[in-house]
């Protein structure tokens, strides 16, 4: 028999990878997007299932939305299923989609997800049990009920298919219902509870750390910090993450307080959520609908999360995508994350960019591609970041961030390679989010390679000078890629901001 390899074994090298959205085949075929993840580079993809689409009936079971993800998954290839426990007959809040609540028959629920894990054992590497529970949007119910199901989902998958490994719900540290105390205690008190009495019922720990990207860093740490305090060793990864939203920016603040508000009652579970595909196409918030409407007068940072804007505030926006990818992902990487997925692919339904809700406002326009019918084929510049990045980190087994005396805002980062060179991505912090000045500083840094290539994050060319065994490049608040010996495919050669 196979030894089963542990968490640490499975995350002993470094993935990127995607999510394709909140819904996956649920209110529709599935759509095809993992061909389209595997050109980006991506090392993993993440979907989310719920009981009502598997079992919308007791006893009759569909398989049409697990099996087209595996019938296109690759050798090599890790697949991520996080399963969700809305449905209409067999959990305490009757829906299709969210949010998710208790099982009314715990009994059965181990029936399920152990006839979910075991429907093509071997494929699914990492099973989640739910989405975000510490928030009441995603799970209805207390920790001790998620605490409850969490230890059965545990046992139902290790009978299925005992070399998968169990992700703990994620955690969401303040980010999605507002950086105040309050979204804070949500996921501190919530896991506190799950961990004290649930350590030995999960492999890996989650973490969705949205917002500012800087605050990767201390996030991912105050997990740890909390695992630790319950004597948990569980590695930690992001499987969802992505920027920047229009809250990171304070002009936008006095124009977003009514769709906050709206956004929180969501996140809080105290809005009810559309439960048919006819009633999210209809669904709008008055808040989002009076922005558009006075849309001209609003701020170009806030302008630019909104469709219909300005191409130059699009192109803008895109950039900063670019900017905010590589910076929240090379943060978390340097912080031991092995698992880094990037939330989503695409949009979730035809009508997604028509919407005028606060969700869309919010995270609309964080796709890394668009559709084009049924089809995602279209790359947006962030899509294009990501294959650089995925391609420059291939084979990589550390990152870490060098500090540099001297230059307390220049971040520089060294990602060991088992097939190449070690490669290096640095920038410089500036104080404005939604620089343009284009000013640029000499970096210099000793080079023991006879060539070097650099790419900025929008894939242009940056110069480099090497002498007396130093590279030296101009470093701005556009991260840059240095490798050698074999550059990166670059998509032309356009300037910097």
């Not at 398989?63 to 890790?78: I, K, P, Q």
């Not at 993450?241 to 920016?249: D, K, N, V």
């Not at 809080?268 to 709008?284: K, R, V, W």
Request: charged share 20%.
């Amino acid at each position: 028999m196979t030894p089963v390899a542990s968490a640490d074994e499975v995350l002993s090298d470094t993935r990127l990878g995607v999510v394709r959205g909140t819904t996956y085949g649920l209110f529709g075929a599935p759509e095809e997007f993992v061909p389209q993840a595997r050109a980006l580079g991506a090392g993993i993809v993440r979907v989310n299932l719920f009981w009502s689409q598997i079992e919308p009936e007791p006893g009759r079971f569909v398989w049409d939305a697990l099996d087209a993800l595996l019938d296109r998954l690759g050798d090599g290839e890790e697949a991520w299923v996080t399963v969700c426990s809305g449905s209409r007959w067999a959990t305490r809040h009757p829906t299709r989609w969210l949010p998710a609540s208790p099982a009314v028959d715990i009994k059965q629920y181990h029936r399920f997800v152990r006839k979910l894990v075991g429907h093509r054992p071997g494929r699914i590497r990492f099973w989640q049990c739910e989405i975000e529970p510490c928030l009441p949007l995603f799970w209805a119910g207390t920790a001790g009920e998620y605490l409850t199901q969490l230890r059965v989902f545990h046992e139902a998958v290790e009978q299925a298919d005992p070399a998968a490994l169990v992700v703990l719900g994620a955690a969401v540290p303040g980010a999605m219902v507002g950086d105040g105390p309050a979204g804070a205690q949500t996921w501190a008190s919530f896991f506190g509870e799950v961990l004290r009495d649930g350590a030995e019922h999960f492999d890996v720990f989650d973490i969705h750390p949205y917002g500012d990207p800087y605050t990767v860093t201390g996030l991912v740490r105050a997990c740890r910090v909390q695992l630790a305090a319950h004597g948990c060793r569980q590695p930690v990864v992001a499987s969802e993450h992505s920027g920047p939203l229009p809250t990171e920016f304070p002009e936008n603040l006095p124009y977003l307080t009514d769709v906050l508000a709206v956004h929180q009652r969501q996140f809080l579970g105290q809005a009810p959520m559309p439960d048919t595909l006819e009633d999210l196409e209809a669904a709008e918030d008055a808040p989002v609908v009076a922005l558009y409407q006075r849309m001209d007068e609003l701020p170009p940072t806030l302008q630019m999360f909104m469709n219909g804007c300005p191409p130059e505030l699009d192109d803008h926006r895109h950039r900063l995508a670019c900017r905010d990818m590589v910076v929240r992902t090379m943060l978390a990487l340097a912080e031991g994350i092995r698992r880094n997925l990037h939330y989503a692919i695409g949009p979730e339904w035809d009508f997604y960019h028509d919407s005028r809700v606060a969700g869309v406002l919010m995270f609309g326009k964080l796709q890394l591609m668009d559709s084009r019918g049924d089809t995602l084929t279209h790359r947006h510049p962030a899509a294009d970041t990501f294959e650089l990045m995925a391609r420059l980190l291939d084979g990589a087994t550390e990152v870490r961030r060098i500090t540099v005396a001297d230059r307390p805002d220049l971040y520089l980062f060294e990602a060991e390679r088992t097939h190449n060179a070690p490669a290096l991505v640095t920038w410089e912090r500036h104080i404005s989010t939604a620089d343009r000045d284009g000013s640029t500083n000499e970096f210099a840094w000793e080079w023991p390679y006879s060539s070097a290539h650099a790419v900025d994050a929008f894939g242009a060319r940056v110069p480099v000078r090497l002498q007396d065994g130093m590279l030296r490049i101009p470093v701005s608040s556009t991260p840059v890629f240095i490798d050698c010996p074999a550059p990166p495919t670059t998509r032309g050669d356009a300037a910097t901001d």
